[in-house]
């Protein structure tokens, strides 16, 4: 399959819409290391583009002491997919994902 070329004018919006999404993704993953905001509130959030799309794994690791490791088995107790996105994540899911965190 054949990538399509985009116009200039194309290839500035799509940059700019793209800075955009890491910029709002910087903040409220800033805001969880932070304690700002919570794993509640941000599932909360879900229906925002940019939080659904974002992966559970780097929501997971921005959290206080959370690394790779942990995240990893914490996704594998709780039944999420390696790569599961937090818009894909089923109520059962995202209630075990918020017990084991507070716990």
């Known amino acids: ?8 004018e194309q290839r500035v919006y799509a940059l700019a819409k793209a800075a955009e999404a890491r910029q709002v993704r910087g903040e409220f ?3 969880l290391r932070s304690g700002g905001i919570g ?3 941000l599932f909360d959030r879900a229906g925002e583009d940019i ?4 992966r559970v794994s780097v929501v997971l690791r921005a959290l206080p002491g ?3 490791a942990g995240v990893a088995a914490l996704m594998a107790i709780c039944g999420v997919a390696e ?3 937090v818009g894909g994540l089923g109520e059962q899911q995202r209630e075990r994902l918020l017990r084991a965190v507070a716990d």
């Open 51 to 54: 939080v659904k799309k974002t």
């Open 39 to 41: 794993l509640a509130e």
């Open 29 to 31: 993953l800033a805001g």
């Open 83 to 85: 790569k599961g996105r």
């Open 66 to 68: 959370f690394g790779p």
């Open 1 to 8: 399959m054949a990538v399509a070329t985009l116009t200039a």
